[in-house]
């Protein structure tokens, strides 16, 4: 079983969708929680971090379940320039470690 | 955020050779980290840059092949020996602060012919 494990997307959605990604861990002693955003030849960019009780950045709402070793991504109103990967990221250890990058969903909003 | 630079942004180099990436942050960082990145697959991390000792290493990459530097806080390098064509990727540096989030430089687009 892969460490970090997302939809395969690619999700093709309009305009003004609402969308949600889903992600899971294998590793139940995982520290923190992440997505990131690829675009395409650029670098991942981090979007949010993810706490236990769920937090929302304008659009993005971003959950975390530990029980169930699960973390969402909930994009409302979409923009084409919401079009990228999103990078489900988990870090395995306490503290500054190397992070570990699930393969990403890939989004397209069409207008 | 920390700001991170790396040089070169892109090259193409010939089997057997070496490169080496530099990676520099605008500021003093605690952690930096060596990724790779194959064309459709997601990142997949190479090693951890220690600062004044030697890189720890990710199952499957070896100090011979990518000898890794951190001389002091903000500034790294990771080289690619005796390239091959399997070898082709973007290589990205990482850093962090206190904090558990890190933050990627540019990539280093690799051709190995």
């Known amino acids: 079983r892969k460490e970090v494990e997302q939809d395969p997307g690619p999700f093709n959605v309009p305009e003004g969708a609402t969308v949600a990604f889903n992600c899971t861990y294998s590793n139940s002693a995982s520290q923190s929680f992440f997505w990131y955003r690829q675009d395409c030849r650029k670098e991942p960019k981090l979007l949010m971090s993810v706490y236990s009780s769920g937090n929302e950045d304008g659009r993005f709402t971003a959950q975390l379940n530990r029980a169930s070793q699960y973390i969402s991504l909930l994009i409302r109103d979409s923009k084409l320039s919401d079009s990228a990967t999103y990078l489900c990221v988990v870090n395995r250890r306490s503290g500054n470690t190397p992070l570990v990058f699930g393969k990403g969903t890939r989004l397209s909003v069409i207008a | 955020s920390a700001v991170i630079s790396q040089k070169p942004s892109r090259d193409i180099c010939q089997r057997g050779t070496s490169l080496t990436i530099q990676c520099q942050v605008d500021?003093?960082?605690?952690?930096m980290f060596w990724y790779r990145q194959q064309p459709g697959q997601s990142l997949t991390l190479i090693a951890t840059?220690?600062?004044?000792?030697?890189?720890?290493?990710e199952s499957g990459f070896v100090i011979d092949k990518f000898p890794i530097s951190r001389p002091n806080l903000t500034f790294s390098t990771l080289t690619v020996s005796n390239m091959s064509p399997e070898d082709s990727s973007i290589y990205l540096c990482s850093a962090a602060r206190f904090s558990y989030e890190q933050y990627f430089g540019p990539g280093t687009r690799l051709t190995v012919t």
């Open positions: 500021s003093q960082v605690t952690m």
């Open positions: 840059a220690n600062q004044g000792s030697e890189a720890t290493y």
